[in-house]
C-alpha cells in the first residue's frame, strides 16, 4: 500500500514561489513515475507536470511550462513542484500522483495512488 503526502502548499502574491512536495511511503519510490494534479473549484482536475521513475523524463502541462519545474529525490521518497511566476489562475488543490503504468501521464484516471491534496492560493 502506498502512502502519498503533501505539504508546501499556502498563500502567495501572484509573482512569488512556492514548493510542493510530496512524502512516499509503502513501495520502493524509485519504480514508479509520479505527477502533480490541480483541482480549481467547479473544475475537473487537471495535468500539471509528470517525472519519470528515474527523474530523467519530465512532462508538463502548456500553462505552466517555463514557470514550474518537477523533480524527485529517490534516496528521500520525495517528488518537489516548484512553482515560480505564479498567477491567480493557479490557484487550485493540488494533488500529487503515483503510478500510471501503461496509461497516459496525463491522465488522472490512469494514476494509481494519489495524496489528499494540499491547497495553493495566489492572491492578485
Known amino acids: 500500500q502506498v502512502q502519498l503526502v503533501e505539504s508546501g502548499g499556502g498563500l502567495v502574491q501572484a509573482g512569488g514561489s512556492l514548493r510542493l512536495s510530496c512524502a512516499a511511503s509503502g513501495r520502493t519510490f524509485s519504480t514508479y513515475p509520479m505527477g502533480w494534479f490541480r483541482q480549481a473549484p467547479g473544475k475537473e482536475r487537471e495535468f500539471v507536470a509528470a517525472i519519470s521513475w528515474s527523474g530523467g523524463s519530465t512532462y508538463y502541462a502548456d500553462s505552466v511550462k517555463g514557470r514550474f519545474t518537477i523533480s524527485r529525490d529517490n534516496a528521500k521518497n520525495t517528488v518537489y513542484l516548484q512553482m515560480n511566476s505564479l498567477k491567480p489562475e493557479d490557484t487550485a488543490v493540488y494533488y500529487c500522483?503515483?503510478?500510471?503504468?501503461?496509461?497516459?501521464?496525463?491522465?488522472?484516471?490512469?494514476?494509481?495512488?494519489w495524496g489528499q491534496g494540499t491547497q495553493v492560493t495566489v492572491s492578485s
Open positions: 500522483a503515483g503510478e500510471y503504468g501503461s496509461g497516459r501521464y496525463v491522465e488522472a484516471a490512469d494514476y494509481e495512488y
